[in-house]
């Protein structure tokens, strides 16, 4: 089994930064693509940033120039640096990782989510 916990969501003022982690952990043989989304209330959940193991990204362009997506492979965590941040990127965040539990055995999995609240 594997876990995906999440860390670093709170409430901060318009223009503010936040910095989300997502670790990873149980039976990994090694993790490919890793990502973040995000789900405001009343709204589909919406992709914001995704990241290779090689470590390409790719963005949504509502966060392109704000958020910055890495990752740690030796520690099998992701993380969100966000910047000036907006009331509109108020959501529950989550991780996700798509794992390889054992050879030719990916696996998706999700975070339980953490929450950002951005006030004006």
């Known amino acids: 089994q594997v876990q995906l916990v999440e860390s670093g969501g709170g409430l901060v003022q318009a223009g503010g930064s936040l910095r989300l982690s997502c670790a990873a952990s149980?039976?990994?043989?090694?993790?490919?693509?890793m990502g973040w989304s995000r789900q405001a209330p009343g709204k589909q959940r919406e992709l914001v940033a995704t990241i290779t193991s090689g470590g390409s990204t790719n963005y949504a362009d509502s966060v392109k120039g704000r958020f910055t997506i890495s990752r740690d492979n030796a520690k099998n965590t992701v993380y969100l640096q966000m910047n000036s941040l907006k009331p509109e990127d108020t959501a529950v965040y989550y991780c996700n990782a798509e794992v390889l539990v054992r050879v030719g055995r990916h696996i998706g999995y999700w975070g339980q989510g953490t929450q950002v609240t951005v006030s004006s």
């Open positions: 149980g039976s990994i043989f090694s993790i490919n693509g």
